[in-house]
């Protein structure tokens, strides 16, 4: 199972974008969340509330804080040449904030969020789904 890390100048969206502020610098190939304190956007990640794991999207470009970003809420981005090992790997959001790992390595308490499936070696399909529930295992 894997953590992935895309490389900021191999993410392209094929698709529209959204944008917000930049509440934290986010590297192009990060899943961001956008903060309800301010509608700024910031790294997305499971394992610490509820609203950080509210994905908005893969970010595609980098930005500082205070600095314009846009984000790919749905549809096909390209990453690196070989970020996936097969297709068909559903993917959620991992406790590395702006990561995204293979469902299998969620544990209990993190926050489940899906992001999408690999559909070729080099492309991610974004296909969010927030539960807004956490993995316990039932007694």
């Known amino acids: ?22 509440g934290e610098a986010v590297n192009a190939g990060e899943f961001v969340y956008l903060d309800p304190s301010d509608g700024k956007a910031r790294k997305a990640e499971c394992d610490a509330t509820v609203d950080k794991a509210k994905v908005a999207g893969i970010a595609v470009n980098s930005a500082v804080a205070g600095q314009p970003i846009s984000y790919v809420a749905s549809g096909e981005v390209t990453v690196d040449a070989t970020a996936f090992a097969s297709t068909g790997l559903l993917l959620v959001l991992s406790p590395t904030a702006g990561k995204c790992m293979d469902v299998g390595d969620i544990v209990d308490t993190q926050f489940v969020t899906v992001i999408g499936w690999s559909t070729a070696a080099n492309k991610l399909k974004i296909d969010l789904a927030h539960s807004g529930l956490q993995r316990a295992l039932n007694p």
Not at 8 to 15: A, K
């Open 1 to 22: 199972m894997a953590t992935y890390t895309f490389t900021s100048g191999s993410v392209l969206q094929s698709g529209a974008t959204q944008g917000a502020l930049a």
